[in-house]
């Protein structure tokens, strides 16, 4: 272990995820970056996950493992954080592999670019492990965007790199929301960035499952809505209603959208909940559309599409 390095703290929520464990801490603890805390939290697995954590800490002292009752993916990673001793923070998912020098590039770039968070990009595979495609970042943004202009990425933690100091200096958190617990935990961390910066290199491999909460087909979508107006409380206690207004409302149309979108996969019963749900908030982005020039540039530039016919 190099002590002249920055210690990074990766934080691996964990519920039965057996089937690619191995694989991703192995991808952890072989960092060619070596000064790790690696805390893994089991949240109350029922199959050999527990274990397979227990068999890494005897084989490395980087790895501790926390074990508590299922009370869900949020209150692992805040496990983790109030545990995490690390300069900085990386959130990693049990069922993704790392690529071997990610750590090493993303503390490289977030100390030479004296940033407060680093976005790496990455690929995706599916539950095989077998390629789908690179999703590279840096063909979309340019590195001396404004901070709120990221604020559109896809907001899982996996190719994140936080700064310690801000979560702790300001008490962020995992909030316990229904849903888009990413989402929220991301631009609510945005409010206190001076400086994003973006890694051309891949930092991971983001694996595809089917039974992922993005991919589960219930009413719990509906707490899309819950979501955005706590986002919108803490904006508003922050004085940044101004930012909220100009990229995050934008933001929940796309998502509502995309929620919306995904409304023929679900019971019968469940779509008429879903569909008027959706009718409701139709009609209050139509009067928040007249009222904000943000949101009348945003319908406009992208008016010819169907997805927002679908929402105006």
């Known amino acids: 272990m190099n002590e002249s390095q920055e210690l990074v703290s990766v934080i691996v929520p964990i519920f039965n995820t057996e089937m690619y464990l191995k694989q991703c801490v192995s991808s952890i603890v072989n960092q060619s970056y070596t000064h790790l805390e690696i805390i893994l939290v089991d949240d109350g697995s029922t199959d050999k996950s527990l274990s397979i954590c227990q068999e890494f800490q005897k084989k490395d002292r980087r790895v501790t493992v926390f074990q508590q009752e299922n009370k869900g993916?949020?209150?692992?990673?805040?496990?983790?954080?109030?545990?995490?001793?690390?300069?900085?923070?990386?959130?990693?998912?049990s069922d993704d592999i790392m690529q071997l020098n990610a750590i090493e590039r993303m503390v490289a770039k977030i100390k030479k670019e004296k940033a407060d968070l680093v976005i790496g990009s990455y690929s995706e595979i599916n539950q095989k492990g077998e390629f789908?495609?690179?999703?590279?970042?840096v063909k979309l943004y340019s590195n001396d965007s404004p901070v709120f202009q990221y604020a559109s990425l896809v907001p899982f933690p996996g190719n994140k790199l936080f700064c310690s100091s801000i979560l702790k200096e300001n008490q962020l958190f995992w909030r316990k929301l229904q849903m888009a617990e990413d989402l929220i935990f991301y631009l609510e961390y945005l409010l206190y960035c001076k400086k994003v910066v973006l890694l051309e290199e891949n930092v991971l491999e983001y694996r595809i499952v089917d039974n992922s909460l993005s991919r589960k087909y219930d009413l719990k979508i509906l707490g899309i809505k819950d979501a955005f107006l706590k986002l919108e409380e803490v904006y508003m206690a922050h004085d940044a209603m101004d930012l909220f207004l100009e990229y995050i409302e934008p933001l929940k149309i796309a998502h509502y959208y995309y929620q919306f979108s995904k409304i023929k996969f679900y019971k019968k019963q469940d779509r008429k909940i879903i569909n008027t749900f959706f009718k409701k908030e139709r009609k209050v982005?139509?009067?928040?559309?007249?009222?904000?020039?943000?949101?009348?540039?945003?319908?406009?530039?992208?008016r010819m599409k169907n997805f927002y016919y679908s929402i105006f």
Not at 74 to 89: K, S
Not at 288 to 298: A, C, R, T, V
């Open 132 to 137: 789908i495609q690179n999703k590279s970042l």
């Open 73 to 93: 993916c949020f209150e692992a990673r805040n496990t983790g954080l109030l545990h995490a001793h690390g300069t900085y923070i990386y959130f990693f998912d």
């Open 285 to 302: 982005l139509k009067k928040e559309k007249n009222k904000s020039p943000y949101l009348k540039k945003f319908y406009y530039k992208f």
